[in-house]
């Protein structure tokens, strides 16, 4: 059974600093997704990383993908308030019409003034 | 653009009532899934759909029937409501899965769900 872990799961950060979350997964996927969710609100993609190496970045947000880990990453550079949301991966394992998708249970990321 | 509508956003149920979440998408989306998201558990896969008329069982298929008569409606279904079915529903859809898919699951607004 594929199992999705996350950490830290609670983050409390000051804005302007640096801080990485990390996903690791016990399968040899090389897929993963990462989701953003403000409180109350639907999940939001963030990224997509579909090989080993994959790096993708977005404003203050990198993310990558190290198959042979079976670890992703998730950078925050310079935080800010607006970054405060909940922020989940996703381990993708489907395969032909078969679909498996696991979450991770998640990040809650407050940054402070 | 509309994407994923859920209706309702908000229920609270009596145990043993039921009660049917609808799902739309008009990405025109070959799969769609129903999770239910529970605090400090992430999302779980209730059940998920390939493609019109087809559905499969996911992580936590007790307690809920689907069906996907159209492909653009996925309906999750409760027979008689539990406190434990208690929740947020979302429903997500997405055109491809596996190594053929470079796209995410589009997700809806959620349903909050409240079974006294």
């Known amino acids: 059974e594929l199992k999705v872990e996350q950490n830290p799961l609670f983050l409390s950060m000051q804005e302007g600093k640096n801080y990485t979350i990390y996903c690791n997964y016990s399968?040899?996927?090389?897929?993963l997704y990462w989701y953003r969710q403000d409180p109350g609100k639907s999940l939001e993609s963030l990224f997509v990383?579909?090989?080993?190496?994959a790096v993708k970045q977005e404003g203050r947000l990198m993310a990558s993908l190290d198959t042979k880990a079976r670890l992703s990453t998730l950078h925050i550079t310079a935080a800010v308030h607006d970054l405060s949301a909940t922020y989940f991966c996703a381990v993708d394992e489907s395969g032909g019409s078969n679909y498996k998708l696991t979450f991770g249970k998640g990040t809650l990321l407050t940054v402070n003034p | 653009n509309a994407g994923v509508t859920q209706t309702p956003k908000f229920r609270v149920l009596k145990t043993g009532q039921s009660m049917t979440l609808l799902c739309a998408q008009d990405?025109?989306?070959?799969?769609m899934y129903w999770y239910r998201q529970d605090p400090g558990m992430g999302l779980r896969l209730i059940h998920y759909s390939v493609g019109e008329g087809t559905t499969a069982k996911g992580e936590v298929p007790d307690g809920y029937n689907v069906s996907r008569l159209k492909k653009q409606n996925f309906l999750l279904g409760l027979e008689s409501a539990a406190p434990s079915q208690t929740s947020v529903y979302f429903c997500?859809?997405?055109?491809?899965?596996?190594?053929?898919?470079?796209?995410?699951?589009?997700f809806g607004d959620g349903t909050r769900l409240s079974i006294l």
């Open positions: 997500a859809s997405s055109y491809s899965v596996g190594a053929y898919s470079n796209q995410p699951q589009h």
């Open positions: 990383l579909l090989s080993n190496g």
């Open positions: 399968t040899t996927s090389d897929r």
């Open positions: 990405m025109n989306h070959e799969y």
